[in-house]
């Protein structure tokens, strides 16, 4: 089997995610045989650095030995079990766990098998919630500018990146749409935590003008990863979640991406001290391994559906491979690691040697900006430095950068013009400094002519 034989077999069958299929005639598609830690090996013998933790779900390195063991443990006792009127060891200690590390009041967790799936889970539970509590007019969401919760109809209705959400419109349900606290935006002399504030006040009007009709606000904390990984302060999950309570709407945080460490702490709500009401987890919740997804709420909506069954109240959600064994397992481990090996602490010097890996990229003459939190380190490209102008999206000027760095060994996948490194956990600083050189000479090349 080689690069090309597998390709070949693979177009003339397959139909990939979030791809132009016709660029694979001039793209080759990479046919991955093997990972080892932040590597991946082709059938031809090339290696690939992942710095985008394949989509940012791997938090520990492919072949991870520690998970690997648990999901061969699990394999041999039970690998998955109806997860209604029956239940499992395996998620019933990741639950217990998740309920125990998430910000407080978050008692309850229920389980889907995929992002987009907890999205839709979490607004559901919180129209539902107000219409046991007899609050029907509440039927609306609020969501910023911006945005990105998945891609079924509900999680990319409460989106709002145009390139997935245009073309669907017809089929989406109305939700309001606020101007977002992105400090990309941010005037000169200003700082994120003015800026963010500032943009608040648009928040609080809409809940202010809507709140009788309105269910819940989701957001995405601290980094709107798929909106091109931008960015924006604490003080505003802090006003935020003041003014849902004020308001009486729930906040929905979406940590699907940013969860389990990538902020730089646990939970990026935790930079804030809040905890929202509902919080949807997946990606990072099994090290990557397998698909699972969780949301977890307090045992207060918990109460609101509990009652005879004659009532009609209950959550009739559900998935057939909720609470599956072997991605519950694959949790339990991914949770095991962060406990034993000082992942919060050993992020924080990763995230500095990858702050300094790109420090030269400011001064760039087409690098408006380079943003960090934590372990995501965002360069954003432009035409024109001085005014901002974006380079013409018809360029793909990103894909160029793409190509380079995979012609050198390197997973670098960009959102548009913007270029970031998104790396496991376990990455060395040799590696950092790799990626950074790569990214640096793709960019020469993108920007060229
Ligand atoms: N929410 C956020 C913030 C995400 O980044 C993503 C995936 N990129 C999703 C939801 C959807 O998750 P999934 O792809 O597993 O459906």
């Not at 710095?51 to 063991?69: E, K, T």
């Not at 987009?116 to 609020?142: C, D, P």
């Not at 809507?210 to 957001?219: G, L, M």
């Not at 060994?409 to 998104?422: A, K, Q």
Request: hydrophobic fraction near 40%; aromatic fraction near 10%; proline fraction near 4%.
């Amino acid at each position: 089997m080689t690069n090309q034989s597998l390709s070949n077999r693979d177009l003339s069958v397959l139909w990939h995610p979030c791809t132009q299929m016709k660029d694979h005639e001039t793209f080759p598609i990479i046919p991955i045989k093997k990972g080892q830690g932040v590597w991946l090996e082709d059938y031809d013998g090339n290696r690939y650095l992942d710095a985008i933790s394949s989509w940012w779900v791997n938090l520990f390195g492919h072949a991870n030995p520690h998970i690997i063991a648990a999901l061969k443990d699990q394999l041999d006792t039970l690998e998955h079990v109806i997860f209604a009127g029956f239940t499992h060891e395996s998620a019933i200690k990741l639950a217990e766990k998740l309920v125990e590390i998430a910000p407080e009041g978050l008692d309850r967790c229920f389980y889907a098998d995929n992002g987009s799936a907890a999205v839709e889970v979490a607004l559901k539970m919180s129209f539902h919630y107000w219409r046991n509590r007899g609050q029907t007019r509440k039927t609306q969401f609020i969501t910023l500018e911006n945005s990105y919760h998945g891609e079924t109809l509900g999680a990319l209705a409460v989106g709002n990146v145009p390139l997935y959400k245009e073309t669907y419109a017809p089929l989406l349900m109305d939700v309001i749409t606020v101007p977002g606290p992105d400090c990309y935006n941010r005037e000169t002399g200003e700082s994120w935590a003015e800026y963010s504030t500032r943009r608040f006040a648009l928040m609080e009007q809409t809940l202010q003008q809507h709140s009788e009709c309105v269910c819940a606000v989701i957001i995405e904390p601290l980094v709107q990863c798929a909106g091109n990984m931008r960015m924006y302060d604490p003080v505003y999950l802090k006003l935020l979640r003041a003014a849902c309570d004020k308001y009486q709407v729930h906040l929905i945080a979406d940590e699907i991406a940013v969860g389990f460490g990538r902020t730089g702490t646990l939970f990026a709500c935790e930079q804030a001290a809040i905890g929202p009401d509902f919080m949807c987890l997946s990606k990072g919740l099994t090290g990557g391994y397998l698909p699972l997804s969780a949301v977890l709420t307090s045992n207060q909506i918990y109460q609101a559906f509990y009652d005879d069954y004659q009532k009609l109240t209950a959550f009739l959600h559900s998935h057939s491979y909720t609470g599956n064994a072997l991605a519950c397992r694959a949790g339990l481990a991914t949770l095991e690691i962060f406990r034993q090996h000082n992942v919060i602490e050993n992020n924080k010097q990763l995230a500095g040697i990858m702050a300094k890996a790109a420090a030269r990229f400011s001064g760039h003459p087409h690098v408006a900006e380079v943003r960090q939190k934590g372990m995501i380190l965002a360069i954003e490209l432009v035409k024109n430095k001085q005014t901002r102008e974006p380079y013409p999206w018809q360029e793909r000027r990103g894909i160029k950068v793409y190509q380079y760095a995979l012609s050198k060994g390197v997973l670098l996948r960009p959102l548009g013009n913007v270029i970031y490194f998104m790396p496991p956990y376990i990455i060395n600083e040799e590696e950092l400094l790799v990626i950074a050189d790569v990214a640096w000479d793709g960019i020469q090349c993108a920007v060229k002519d």
